[in-house]
Each structure stands twice: as structure tokens, then as C-alpha cells.
């Protein structure tokens, strides 16, 4: 998915501020005598049980002469240990000295103590936002670098079951975001999937009904929910299913869907049904991977515009 000038733009500057502000501008980093490099040497030394010099020059991406004067400057610092290894005694293994375990600790200290000032001026959800997008940008640097866009890393979101403070705004947050930029539908729209959210999360403690909603560093970045009641007949009613931007392309929607079609067979519904719009084509063919057929297409007006609604239907399967 190609970004827009406009965030590759806002993406850059916001770059600049942070290595300046972050102190890379300078010597010597996060109040020590030691370079960028070198800082970030003594973390991955300390990270890893098992850390040579070779694997350094990979996590770092510096050339070899340069981590090796670095190390070299390490060890004559009182920093590091070299030990060779059993096996093959070319290889030396790198430890933290006593003098190096403190000075990881006040590495760790002066950048926590660096996050939680800057926390200070963000509300709770921005918080969650930084927190998240820093780990999505990152980990999208890395494989670039590595030209491994294909190998992604295991997923660190996780599914959550049930009700969870700030799901009802969460869920109409994401909705709105989304539906507004792509089908332009506004506060009616948004208005409607609150309320509805908010009258489903009353009867969450009904054994028919359940929510699953995914969380990436305590924020909530997608949602699904299995309504049992509202169409009668033994037939759930699939809503809600949204992804946060960051979220789509992860696996993290088809986790969802598993769990909720998996429900739904064990709990003996006939049908589970879903209504959704056209043009939504991946969207369609998730739907489609586990066994929904489109049954009914309708032009409709009731979100402010002009859309070809689809309803998608799927036969349970009994556990």
C-alpha cells in the first residue's frame, strides 16, 4: 500500500525531531562518554546471552572495522569481556564487565526517564498510538533494510474475549475513521455503530453473544463480535468486524474471523449472517475463505450515500 506525499512528508520531519531531540545530534549518547553506535552496542550485548562480534555488525548494520574499533574502545573502557569459545576458540564471545551491567542500567533508566517525560504531555490514547506506530515503523525499517518484506515477525497483538473499558468508543472510532475516508459517510454513521456497539455490550453476558477485540500494546486496533440474539431463529449476526490501518494485511483479521466461526459452529447456530458494502474486495474474500456466499445485493441510502449493500451468509458447520 503506497503512502500519501503528505504522510511520507510528515513522516520525515517528524524523523529530524527525534534524532534531535533524542540527542543522536550529538558525541556522545543518553548521558554517557560512549557514541550512538556504541550505546546501542552495550543494549544488544546485554539483550542477548549469546552475542559475538559477528552478530553485532548484522543487528547494528555497520561494517566490520567499525565494530571492531568500537569493541576494541569497549573493552579498554573497562566495558566488556571477550571469551573464547569451547569450540572454536576464533570466536569470542562478548559480556558485560560489572562496570558495563551499571552502565546498561543507567542507559535504561536515562531512556525511560526520556519516554515517560514526553508521555507526560500525551493523553492515555496518544500514548497507545505513539507506542504502536513507533513498533509498526520500526519493524517496517528493519525489513527493508534486511529485503525481507515477506518474512514478517510474529504478530505482537494479541485477542482479547469479552468486554473491555473504551470498547464502545474504540470500535465507532475505527468505523468512522474508515467508512468517512472511503465511502464519506459522517456522524450519522458514527452515531449509529455507538449506539449499536453500546446496546450489544449490555448483553455480552449472554452465553449466544461474545466480542473479540485485538490489542497491540494495551490499545485496542480491531474488533469482532457474534450478536446471537438479535436475528432470532438460531442465526448469528456478524458485526462489527473492523481493523485498525496498521492491523490490515497482519493475519490479525482471518485470527478473528477463526475465532469467531469456530464459536459459532460449537455453539450449534444454523447460519451466520453479515452485511457489508461492495467494493470491500478484501474484505470479501476473507468472508468468502470461510464459507460465506453473497445472497442479497440492494442499493441503499440510509448512511448519507449511495451503496451497494451485500449480505453474506454462511452454513454452520457442527463442531
Not at 163 to 174: D, K, L, Q, S, T
Not at 209 to 238: E, F, P, T
Request: aromatic share 8%; net charge neutral; charged share 20%.
Amino acid at each position: 500500500m503506497s503512502a500519501a506525499t503528505s504522510e511520507v512528508d510528515s513522516i520525515r520531519a517528524a524523523s529530524r525531531v527525534l534524532v534531535r531531540e533524542l540527542g543522536f545530534m550529538q558525541p556522545t549518547l543518553a548521558a554517557t562518554s560512549y557514541s550512538a553506535s556504541a550505546v546501542h552496542a552495550l543494549l544488544e550485548i546485554d539483550a542477548h546471552e549469546d552475542m559475538t562480534s559477528a552478530r553485532l555488525v548484522q543487528l547494528l548494520g555497520l561494517e566490520k572495522s567499525s565494530v571492531s574499533r568500537m569493541l576494541a574502545k569497549l573493552i579498554a573502557a573497562g566495558e566488556l569481556d571477550e571469551e573464547s569459545d569451547g569450540s572454536d576458540a576464533r570466536v569470542k564471545r562478548l559480556r558485560l564487565t560489572e562496570q558495563g551491567r551499571k552502565t546498561v542500567e543507567h542507559i535504561h533508566a536515562f531512556g525511560q526517564s526520556q519516554v515517560k517525560s514526553a508521555f507526560e504531555h500525551l493523553n492515555r490514547s496518544q500514548q497507545q498510538a505513539v507506542a504502536q506506530g513507533l513498533s509498526a515503523y520500526a519493524g517496517a525499517l528493519k525489513a527493508h533494510r534486511l529485503n525481507a518484506v515477506e518474512q514478517r515477525p510474529p504478530s505482537p497483538v494479541t485477542v482479547s474475549v469479552g468486554y473491555r473499558p473504551g470498547m464502545v468508543g474504540r470500535i465507532a472510532e475505527m468505523h468512522a475513521a474508515f467508512y468517512s475516508e472511503h465511502w464519506g459517510f459522517g456522524q450519522f454513521f458514527e452515531s449509529q455503530v455507538a449506539t449499536g456497539v453500546a446496546e450489544f455490550a449490555g448483553r455480552l453476558d449472554e452465553a449466544c453473544n461474545r466480542a473479540w477485540l485485538a490489542m497491540l500494546n494495551g490499545r485496542i486496533v480491531g474488533s469482532l463480535a457474534i450478536d446471537g440474539q438479535d436475528l432470532g431463529d438460531n442465526k448469528a449476526h456478524l458485526r462489527w468486524f473492523i481493523l485498525d490501518d496498521g492491523c490490515r494485511g497482519s493475519g490479525v483479521g482471518r485470527h478473528l474471523m477463526a475465532e469467531a466461526m469456530a464459536f459459532c459452529d460449537i455453539r450449534g447456530f444454523k447460519e451466520v449472517h453479515l452485511w457489508t458494502f461492495k467494493g470491500l474486495h478484501a474484505a470479501r474474500k476473507l468472508y468468502e475463505s470461510f464459507g460465506f456466499e453473497l445472497v442479497h445485493e440492494v442499493q441503499g441510502e440510509q448512511w448519507g450515500g449511495s451503496v451497494a449493500e451485500q449480505q453474506f451468509v454462511r452454513v454452520c458447520r457442527p463442531a
